[in-house]
């Protein structure tokens, strides 16, 4: 592949859709410290796809070439089609195409750029690759907001496929017999790790206060899950008239929440 000509071909194609003079609220929206010069996504997609359509037999050495070569360029447009083309060849990258995307994490700024290469090739990558797992727990004490940004995003593909519990999963086992008999009942034969198993573990943290406020404080992340147990009793208490002020809230209990109540309450 003539990268050179390849990639003079796509930023003319680029330059070929942008709109007159930018597209400065895109730009905006999109947080990118670049100019954008307004092509959309379904305008993107079929740039890519047709060079695609012309190179199918592109190595994991010509994706790294042309995606770094675009990377290079100095619009949104030109870095985002770089991530597209190593998204659309994730199944072929190599070791220098993690290097290559590594790098150019701490290049990218706002959502739309950070969003696009940790849920696209890096996700892919990282699922592919679980040892990768490690990096983004690297990348989760970075200094670098958005570089932890694209780590929380790069969980992507685990998260569609159900498996976001396998880069935990340590020694805990469910093991049946043919019978269906639970063998692991106890913790002497349910293993849960303890200082004879654990490593040495390094603990990061990295404040960022919230700028809403003075204080800089934040909600804590089980917010979302508090109200749930409330809005369940809550449910319960209109349909049923009962007043419930306690949790878990068995049949059985529920039955006698019923038959305490006044009839017509």
Known sequence: MNVAAEHRALVAQIKKHEKKGGDAWLQKYVGSPLPVLGLSVPQMRAILAAFRKGHRGATAKDANALAGALWRGTTFEEKALAIMMMDAHAKILDEASWGLLDG???????????????????????????????????????????????ALYALHDYVLAKELDKPF????????????QLLTQTFMDYLLPTIAEVPKVEIG???????????????AGEAGVIPVAAVFASALDDALGTRIVEMPLSHARLLELVRATPVGT
């Open 205 to 219: 943290h990295i404040e960022t206060p919230s700028p809403l406020n003075p204080l800089g404080v934040k909600g």
């Open 104 to 150: 150019w994490v701490d290049g990218c700024v706002g959502w739309g750029m950070c969003d696009s290469i940790g849920a696209g090739p890096i996700a892919k990558v990282v699922h592919a690759k679980p040892g990768r797992f490690r990096e983004l727990l690297r990348w989760a004490k970075s200094a670098n907001p958005w570089r932890r940004r694209i």
């Open 169 to 180: 999963t340590l020694l805990e086992k469910l093991v049946y017999d043919e019978n269906g």
